[in-house]
């Protein structure tokens, strides 16, 4: 039997920072959304599941959600 409930992709961002201790990541669009793991790949996998979580939670509480058309993130190198 197929599930009726309606699937919707997300493309939200995500921070990731390495600390001495291995790296935390969070979700900005969503308050509270945050993991840690002991390398990049742990910790985006990490993130990936606490964002799913995180949206699942809000959808079965009836709660709006981010919509985002469009996010670009860059990096600028600077001498000063």
């Known amino acids: 039997m197929k ?11 995500v921070v ?3 600390d001495k201790h ?3 990541a969070y979700c900005p669009e969503l ?3 945050y993991t840690y793991g ?3 790949e742990a910790s985006l996998k990490n993130i990936r599941d606490a964002v799913k ?5 809000r ?5 709006t959600l981010p919509d985002l058309e469009s996010l670009s ?4 190198k600077v001498f000063a």
Not at 3 to 13: C, F, G, H, V
Not at 59 to 63: G, I
């Open 31 to 33: 308050q509270g959304c």
């Open 16 to 18: 990731i920072e390495k």
């Open 53 to 57: 979580l995180h949206i699942e939670d």
């Open 38 to 40: 002991s390398t990049y």
């Open 3 to 13: 599930s009726s409930r309606k699937i919707t992709e997300y493309n939200l961002p």
């Open 59 to 63: 959808k079965a509480e009836k709660d």
């Open 22 to 24: 291995g790296y935390y």
């Open 73 to 76: 993130l860059s990096t600028v």
